[in-house]
């Protein structure tokens, strides 16, 4: 890249609100900053019937118009087979073809899966890709992963997570070459957690990796581990059920000064839209996912979250 | 019970604190719970040693000496073969034999599982006992099963599970007798998850239960539902992680004025050691275990709770 400017691809169609709130945090985003390029996907029709919201983009903003967009119900193996003209695939597939340097989307995960597998090549260690997120820890941040792009993992597929982690964690994290792992599991004791745990544990117990051991639900914010491992269907409740907790605590408007000073005070901060934009892992290419319920707010913190990932993965 | 005081049976050896912070709670919720009895189960040896705590204990308490205790860390089916006669087993044992109306431990949560498992008997519809605990939300709190007691569960274990739920919730909660059930997920649509939730859900659509189908980890403290089910591996780990979140807003000491005034404008409390004492359901008897770490106040907590449940569980 060098000279030229990071691309960004972006899936405008993905998501539970409305595309123009996404395109104004995009508009926002690139006012402040003018070293990214974006290509925006837009379903042809959405293209039309809006056309006066992109009209005047800035000068490094191209829309690239698709035949279909893919709903956040619809099922990702028949998308797959249906909808390879869809913003969403097209935007993966123009990083697959080095047009662009990560694809960012807030649309259907199980479909945003199915077309990076199908566009981007797989990049060992793991067999399937695994979403990756950086939670704001106190004393530090932790990487957590899987959370939610392969919902059952195997033993040795923990195990194969786990250097996965390692590898990518120095570049997203300030931890040095030999990264703390931890696995995810009820308890810290080595009898704890169900086979596959305690499978992974012995594995683990004779890598190379620098392995901790387990480590319970209550470590995920205290800096416990660079990297915690576990199975997406865990790893996404256990997210989304701290992201509806900073919610509810979030939930008066008056009282968010409040907060705001605690957040400055403790040098965390637990808002959770700070924190959109998880990486999928494991794939030869760059691919963000936001939340699907991203507001306009929420998809700039992405955008700002994929502009770093840019910065800090080679 | 009638006119007689009803009495909980505490295995005071179990908890990673020491066991005196928990006799010095046990003391304090007499002084002002004087319509209770408590039968508190001592390893001999921890008797003998601390004898001058034990001496001038209140009229309401009685003290009954084991000859085992159980450690943290001890493997749960060891202990059920060779620790019969220990506080946590006596404990419970106290339970079947109508000695006491409810056992309440801090201890090892695979033991307390087993042996509870061994004195007392199985209570339909769930074939292994399930760890229940009412979350704090807003507008309204939700039942969360399970949260540790049983790691895997089939499909058609999260259906009697739900089943369980729906039985239980209108004594724990102001919910009616329909109370709203919902599975944990990692998405709301009916083609989200793996296998085991996708057939329970279809199971739970064709039942009699007043099912909301599939909800997320961000609906856990928005009174989604009354009874939210998930097996005890994902809500374990879930509801840990949400303490920890807690644990972690409160780091600074002064700082929790303003946290209470916070949660007194909300009309919640997310003070996890509030919470502490989750119900064990699908068994003949009343067993509560508070939470392995809980300090002083924290097992105070888990007192006037088991107490609740007295008053509210038939």
């Known amino acids: ?60 903003m191209a829309v ?17 087979r249906k909808k390879r003209n869809s913003s969403l695939s097209m935007a993966i597939k123009a990083v697959a073809d080095n047009q662009a340097d990560v694809i960012l989307s807030a649309g259907n995960s199980g479909a945003l899966v199915a077309f990076a597998k199908y566009w981007l090549k797989p990049n060992a260690p793991i067999e399937r890709p695994a979403l990756a997120t950086v939670l ?48 995810l599991n009820v308890g810290t004791e080595h009898i704890k957690g169900h086979d596959t745990v305690q499978q992974a544990d012995r594995l683990l117990q004779n890598s190379e990796l620098n392995y901790l051991g387990f480590c319970e639900g209550t470590h995920l914010f205290k800096g416990y581990a660079d990297v915690i491992c576990c ?24 009282l968010n000064w ?19 934009g998880a990486l999928l892992l494991g794939l030869d290419g760059l691919v963000v996912k936001a939340h699907g319920n991203s507001n306009e707010s929420d998809f700039h913190h992405a955008l700002i979250r994929t502009a770093e990932y840019i910065k800090k993965i080679n």
């Open 1 to 60: 890249m060098n000279d030229k400017k990071p691309v960004i691809a972006i899936d405008l169609m993905g998501g539970d609100d409305d595309p123009l709130s996404r395109l104004r945090a995009i508009k926002s985003f690139l006012l402040k900053e003018k070293s990214f390029k974006i290509n925006l996907f837009v379903n042809q029709d959405f293209y039309k019937y809006q056309s006066k919201h992109f009209a005047n983009l800035p000068a490094n």
């Open 64 to 80: 690239i118009q698709s035949e279909h967009s893919i709903s956040m119900d619809e099922s990702p193996l028949v998308a797959l």
């Open 136 to 183: 704001p820890g106190f004393p530090k941040p932790t990487l957590l992963l899987d959370i939610g792009a392969t919902l059952e993992y195997r033993a040795e597929d923990l195990y194969a997570l786990a250097e996965l982690g390692a590898e990518i964690a120095p570049q997203l994290l300030a931890c040095g070459n030999h990264p703390e792992v931890a696995l």
């Open 231 to 254: 199975d997406g269907f865990v790893g996404n409740i256990a997210l989304k059920a701290c992201e509806g907790l900073a919610q509810q605590l979030q939930l008066k408007q008056p």
């Open 258 to 276: 409040w907060q705001k000073l605690f957040c400055q005070f403790n040098d965390v901060n637990f808002n959770p839209a700070q924190y959109n």
